[in-house]
């Protein structure tokens, strides 16, 4: 049996208290993701928010990201407003009643939404597709630290589970 891969201790800080959890509705990753999440202490510790694509589905409406949607999905999901708006009820909620200061971001390979939302979403090789999924990870995190303050943290799990940091935003950086 093979071991797992997470990032280590010291890539970013771990956190202390009750957090959100946003990750994408695909099925095939949800054991994987509960395992991370052990690993990261957090058992029992967060809520968790699931949304197809991620930061894909929330970042429409971020300036700079919506000329890269398909504009039959942009129609179809109204610009994808109303999935932002959800995601920060759920938030704001979270913070008022588990007193979160901490969010994860969990994007996953080959995720059925990047490939149905955005124009170029074919990608030559799993380094194109970690970069795709940074780009709009660290936008949406921005973009919650902007309008929580909450340290965000974002993540990559691959098809056999194995987790990589992205990138992180704190108070402290």
């Keep these: 049996m093979s071991s797992l891969s997470y990032p280590s201790i010291t890539e970013y800080i771990l956190p202390k208290k009750n957090i959100i959890v946003i990750s994408c509705i695909d099925l095939r990753l949800t054991d994987d993701l509960l395992h991370f999440l052990d690993f990261d202490n957090l058992t029992n510790r967060y809520d968790h928010f699931a949304l197809a694509g991620v930061a894909v589905s929330t970042t429409a409406t971020t300036p700079g990201y919506k000329e890269l949607f398909k504009e039959d999905a942009l129609k179809q999901?109204?610009?994808?407003?109303?999935?932002?708006?959800?995601?920060?009820?759920?938030?704001?909620i979270a913070i008022a009643l588990h007193a979160i200061k901490d969010v994860y971001i969990v994007e996953h390979e080959d995720c059925g939404a990047y490939r149905a939302f955005l124009k170029d979403s074919a990608f030559a090789s799993f380094d194109e597709e970690v970069s795709c999924h940074k780009k709009f990870a660290v936008a949406l995190s921005k973009d919650i630290r902007s309008e929580?303050?909450?340290?965000?943290?974002?993540?990559?799990?691959?098809?056999?589970?194995?987790?990589?940091?992205?990138?992180?935003?704190?108070?402290?950086?």
């Excluded at 999935?83 to 009820?89: A, I, P, Q, T, V």
């Excluded at 340290?151 to 950086?173: A, K, P, Q, Y």
């Design 148 to 173: 929580f303050e909450l340290n965000v943290h974002c993540f990559m799990i691959d098809i056999r589970g194995n987790v990589s940091l992205l990138d992180t935003v704190t108070e402290h950086n």
């Design 77 to 92: 999901y109204d610009s994808f407003v109303h999935w932002k708006k959800s995601l920060y009820d759920h938030i704001g």
